[in-house]
């Protein structure tokens, strides 16, 4: 066999990278969802109602009616609507809706202006949290200054507007302005805000704390992320919780830190928290990133130890690790075992194991479990399978079912990745059929898969190669 | 981790990218056949595989050849039947040689 140009080899080395990928972003998620959803459905479900004004029909209409910044035609719109005899005007969602949508047309001071103006003009109108929150949203997503200080100026303004009207700013005030700083990038005014707030008294509920610190392991350093951490702890006596744990878990699992995931597996214990599915499938995420197969199982077994039930995430997670180390069979074994606890495998939980069943060299045996896996079980292919399987085909050299399975995923529309389509154009190539190569290329060019400098690079870089090895008498 | 690596075969060879996509004055046989005074390799590429799908210039009986018609022969050496297989190497010599 002639000798493979560097350049390939890269391409193979990475070949199976996509996949592993897509499994653990699936992981990380999962855990905190079910946090994330009570996170969002407790002080979100405040302020929704002004930031999607959708309560009434008559509201709605009304929204696109403030078009000009202007706060006299404003005042004169608001007092024709409120002639109007359709206008709810006695329900405060309908007072929210007009002042959110003039604020999202015009500038902060003329929003206050105007809120002044509707509790003037109608005495029933009590502005109440959820009406304030809509100037902070304004004034939080002002553009920044560069200096926290002074943009947060514009927010403590509205913080003291609220108190001089009575309306004590709380852990939901909190919430929106840490979130709606976050939103445009204002990360460190957000922490920033949160000092101050704790400071005056106001701590933040557990999920503001912990979607800062999410957003800090996201977008600064860890050490940025503990050190936020330890002040809030012993500055203003908040501890993290169990999630807050799992976000810095996942955040050093994710860069591949099982060390640092250990010891704070070890700090998590000796606060008095216990481990929780989500601990540990984020856990199982890291060693499967690290392609380390016995811990994986061994991660699982602790589970098991504990008494924490395992869900469908960790079986996929233990599915995909076994498969990317190469221990296809007891990664088959689980899917049993995932079954028989109830779980339905999904296309993720498939294509790992296509992925090292085609590693291994078995790739009649995906493509059997392709049919199973759809007839059986009622579970469609996704791209990634059929990526995974056209890979495989290629790499195994069994070109005409990979043409197969190339005009089905041509029929269907589905993008090739990278792997699979330079593993097939070489294959194609290799056995010289060149003909088809090019017609992989095109489609792969046309359906915007790969940018068309890649796709010519394999390519033309197959074609080179395909010249020395015919000429070394190698190739077809 | 794989996106990275897309990049970084990209970014880490400019040259080569630039070799691919730079727009290249052409020498007047090839202007005449891609109707351009300039184009990149990629795009001459492109044109020429394109203007042999639409002439329909693939041998019906071996599709990894192309019986070239006269406007093909002029830019491919004036070969009368060429492999699909040579055909980046070919335009290839229509493009300065990157320098090493």
């Known amino acids: ?476 | 981790m794989f996106p990275q690596r897309i990049k970084k075969g990209i970014v880490d060879s400019p040259k080569k990218l630039a070799n691919l996509i730079d727009l290249v004055n052409l020498p007047s046989k090839v202007r005449e056949f891609v109707g351009e005074s300039r184009i990149s390799r990629l795009g001459c590429f492109m044109k020429v595989w394109s203007y042999i799908k639409t002439n329909n210039l693939q041998d019906p009986s071996n599709k990894n050849m192309v019986n070239c018609d006269e406007k093909l022969k002029s830019i491919l050496l004036g070969k009368p039947r060429v492999e699909l297989a040579e055909l980046p190497a070919l335009i290839k010599l229509h493009f300065p040689k990157d320098p090493k």
């Open chain 1, 1 to 476: 066999m002639g000798k493979i140009p560097p350049s390939f080899r890269s391409a193979i080395a990475t070949s199976l990278v996509p996949k592993p990928a897509s499994v653990p972003k699936s992981d990380p998620f999962p855990p905190k969802k079910p946090h994330g959803s009570r996170k969002k459905s407790t002080p979100r479900s405040k302020t929704q109602s002004p930031q999607n004004p959708t309560p009434l029909p008559a509201v709605r209409s009304q929204k696109a009616l403030f078009d000009s910044p202007s706060l006299s035609d404003a005042k004169a719109l608001f007092g024709s609507l409120l002639a109007s005899p359709k206008s709810p005007r006695l329900e405060r969602d309908f007072y929210n809706s007009v002042l959110q949508s003039y604020s999202s047309v015009s500038t902060l001071q003329d929003s206050f202006s105007f809120l002044n103006h509707m509790v003037k003009t109608s005495p029933s109108f009590g502005p109440d949290h959820s009406t304030f929150h809509i100037l902070l949203t304004k004034a939080c997503s002002l553009p920044d200054s560069g200096d926290c200080e002074v943009s947060l100026a514009e927010v403590h303004k509205v913080l003291n507007f609220m108190v001089n009207n009575n309306v004590i700013p709380g852990k939901a005030t909190a919430d929106v302005a840490v979130r709606s700083l976050v939103s445009v990038d204002r990360l460190d005014c957000a922490v920033e805000l949160m000092k101050d707030l704790s400071s005056k008294g106001c701590l933040p509920d557990t999920y503001t704390y912990n979607f800062v610190v999410k957003s800090l392991c996201k977008g600064r350093s860890v050490s940025t992320a503990h050190s936020f951490i330890n002040q809030m702890r012993t500055e203003y006596g908040f501890k993290p919780d169990l999630v807050t744990y799992t976000i810095l878990i996942d955040n050093v699992c994710n860069k591949r830190n099982l060390r640092e995931a250990t010891r704070l597996l070890g700090v998590l214990n000796e606060e008095g928290f216990k481990p929780d599915c989500f601990v540990y499938n984020t856990i199982m995420k890291g060693y499967c990133s690290l392609s380390r197969g016995s811990e994986v199982v061994e991660v699982y077994n602790k589970m098991k130890e504990e008494g924490v039930v395992p869900d469908s995430i960790t079986y996929n997670t233990l599915i995909f690790g076994l498969s990317k180390s190469g221990r296809v069979k007891d990664a088959k074994k689980y899917l049993e075992v995932m079954v028989q606890e109830g779980h339905l495998p999904d296309a993720v939980t498939y294509t790992s194991l296509m992925n090292g069943m085609c590693r291994e060299g078995d790739v009649r045996g995906a493509l059997r479990l392709l049919g199973e896996m759809s007839e059986d079980n009622g579970c469609s292919p996704n791209a990634c399978t059929y990526n995974t399987l056209l890979h495989g085909l290629g790499k195994a050299r069994l070109l005409d079912e990979g043409m197969e399975l190339y005009q089905v995923m041509k029929a269907g529309e589905m993008k090739l990745d990278t792997a699979a389509y330079a593993t097939m154009v070489r294959s194609l190539c290799r056995s010289g059929r060149v003909a088809e190569a090019y017609e992989i290329f095109d489609y792969a060019v046309e359906s915007v898969s790969l940018t068309d400098v890649a796709a010519y690079s394999t390519l033309e870089s197959t074609l080179k190669w395909l010249k020395k090895a015919r000429e070394q008498g190698l190739a077809a």
